[in-house]
């Protein structure tokens, strides 16, 4: 297999969706659904390929893998039938047949519509749908009868019945053939079945859960049984679908990340059939990577639908329209949605943007180093360190440090430090412990040009206070997040620097930024690894104790917050508060805890 493949394999998106393994000539060779792609892959990655034999071929002759990304695994079955409908992939069994999912349809030009099962969408009257699961479909077709009593039966049946029949006299048809029915209660009837299916469900969903739990305290078990059945079939219908879209009509839906990915979501006779990919390498703006992907996508000979969906209009919309109409021969409209369907296919196409790889919207260290010597007209930084503390609740303090050198890691120098008992709940305080810890360690380690401490001003006297100045020490730096609600002030990224008093607020997408906050991530994710590693310790120490199992142990985890003196300075009878712990096992945990000791 190509390394460039097995380099794909181990980057494989970490969501549900599809995935496509190619040939030389980009033919599809095989189609597979998941709910998480990357877990699903690692299993192809072993040895035996999936157990399945017909799947060993697929080492062979594999040269590249696609994947496309859905909101849950249900899309992802859908998506599944398309595509091995449409491609044929010679290593797939399954989903080749025209059998189609399953619609509920309500069929238009009656006194009485009935409702009914179909496997394509009627063109008269009205169709939900496609669901992937016909047993949950004819289900809630039953439900749906059982709350609102339409009619299943075939017109002649409608018109030459003279008596009720089953369904009627088991209450699941309002019975028109026999009964002297208004048309407007039976139309109500069709219209509260049309809200439910269109996913106005959550109000019937509540009232059956109400049934459920009056039922159950009343000790009316088959009642509640009932009411819980048609909770989880009215469930399975209650989050739409984005594979196939309402109507028939034919659009794109353009999905761009912050790097300059791009999806493309081509939807034909209403149907996702294809996704292009490719890379916005410079924009200013989010119209402005909007108008740079349109142009590049359809500067090609390539189809073009008669609506483009976007997340932003650019700045001329009305002259790329007339751009893409003349390419076209015919009119085409750019459509910027806030709601409904056609937005939620916008986070779609987004999703499947992010999932793309090798992709990044790259900023060489030259550009990022002149970036960041203008925020305050200094030096151009070439090593740049980041601080982080983390602890929970003043228990379990630790910290790190991380280093970059010309934009890359250089992980022989990043450092964590355990400051449990070395300082109060002060966070001001920890910051200083760890920069005197950093002097200390500069003979070895090298003074970074910057220090870029996570907070603001505060943070960085107290870094000050730590670091005795006894030889030369970089400027320190406050990288504080953006808070949402409040002030104009604090609500951007900022940064402070040590001797300046105003902050200099930070430009979105700007090389600079993107930086700082990678690094700052970094120094984080590390100090919350070390910290969750400590806390797994003491967790382990306490399940070793006879009569302490997982949960119980992560209950005495919670109450002590990590400080295991607690455990072991507190009497017998305030132990014994605690959720499952008896005097007995209160006093076995203190003696093997060494209560003598304290």
């Not at 009837?189 to 159950?216: D, P, R």
């Not at 280093?403 to 002060?426: C, H, I, M, P, T």
């Amino acid at each position: 297999m190509k390394s460039k493949l097995l380099e794909t394999l181990k980057h494989a998106p970490d969501s549900p969706g599809c995935y496509l393994f190619m040939d030389s000539d980009s033919q599809v060779l095989y189609v597979g659904k998941a709910k998480n792609i990357r877990r699903r892959i690692q299993a192809y990655r072993r040895p035996g390929a999936d157990g399945r034999r017909r799947l060993a071929k697929l080492w062979e002759v594999a040269q590249s893998v696609e994947f496309r990304i859905t909101e849950n695994e249900r899309e992802a079955l859908l998506l599944e039938d398309l595509l091995i409908k449409r491609f044929q992939p010679p290593l797939n069994v399954l989903l080749k047949d025209d059998k189609s999912f399953l619609y509920l349809t309500i069929p238009s030009g009656h006194e009485f519509p009935p409702i009914r099962l179909a496997r394509k969408a009627s063109k008269l009257g009205v169709s939900f749908g496609p669901y992937p699961s016909a047993r949950a479909t004819r289900e809630t077709k039953r439900l749906l009868k059982l709350a609102f009593g339409l009619r299943d039966c075939s017109d002649a049946t409608l018109a030459n019945r003279t008596r009720p029949c089953l369904q009627k006299e088991i209450g699941l048809c309002l019975g028109p053939c026999v009964e002297s029915l208004d048309s407007g209660a039976y139309e109500a009837a069709v219209q509260g079945t049309k809200n439910v299916l269109a996913g106005k469900v959550a109000t019937i969903i509540q009232k059956e859960e109400v049934v459920m739990a009056e039922a159950s305290s009343c000790q009316e078990y088959e009642t509640a049984l009932h009411a819980r059945n048609r909770v989880r079939a009215l469930e399975k219908l209650k989050d739409p679908q984005r594979i196939r879209a309402t109507g028939k009509g034919d659009f794109d839906v353009f999905g761009l990340d912050v790097r300059g990915a791009l999806a493309i979501l081509e939807y034909r006779g209403g149907d996702w059939v294809n996704t292009r990919q490719g890379r916005v390498p410079f924009f200013q703006s989010p119209s402005h990577a909007v108008e740079v992907a349109l142009l590049g996508a359809y500067r090609q000979e390539v189809d073009i639908p008669p609506e483009i969906v976007v997340s932003h209009l650019p700045e001329s919309p009305q002259s790329l329209e007339a751009w893409l109409a003349n390419k076209k021969g015919g009119a085409v409209t750019l459509i910027c949605p806030q709601k409904g369907l056609r937005r939620r296919l916008i986070r779609l196409a987004e999703s499947n943007a992010q999932a793309i790889k090798n992709q990044d919207r790259t900023h060489s260290w030259l550009e990022i180093s002149e970036g960041l010597g203008k925020l305050f007209g200094g030096q151009e930084p070439r090593v740049v360190d980041c601080i982080d503390v983390s602890h929970t609740q003043g228990k379990e303090t630790v910290a790190s440090r991380v280093r970059f050198v010309e934009g890359k890691q250089e992980l022989s120098s990043w450092r964590r430090y355990s400051l449990a008992g070395k300082v109060a709940n002060d966070d001001y305080e920890a910051m200083k412990w760890v920069l005197s810890k950093v002097e200390k360690s500069a003979a070895k380690d090298g003074w970074a040009d910057w220090i870029v401490l996570d907070g603001g001003p505060l943070q960085i006297k107290a870094g000050e206070q730590g670091l005795h100045k006894k030889n030369f020490t970089p400027p320190l730096f406050g990288l504080a997040k953006s808070r949402q609600g409040y002030s104009a002030s604090v609500a951007k990224e900022r940064i402070y620097k040590s001797g300046i008093e105003e902050p200099v607020f930070l430009i979105p997408d700007s090389p600079e930024r993107l930086f700082l906050e990678h690094v700052r991530n970094e120094a984080h994710r590390f100090a919350v690894s070390y910290h969750r590693k400590k806390r797994d310790k003491v967790q382990l120490q306490l399940e070793k104790i006879p009569g302490i199992g997982p949960v119980k142990a992560r209950e005495l985890l919670r109450w002590c917050q990590g400080d295991l003196n607690k455990i072991r300075m507190s009497p017998t009878e305030t132990l014994v508060e605690i959720p499952g712990v008896t005097s007995k096992l209160a006093s076995d945990l203190q003696r093997h805890l060494g209560r003598g000791e304290v």
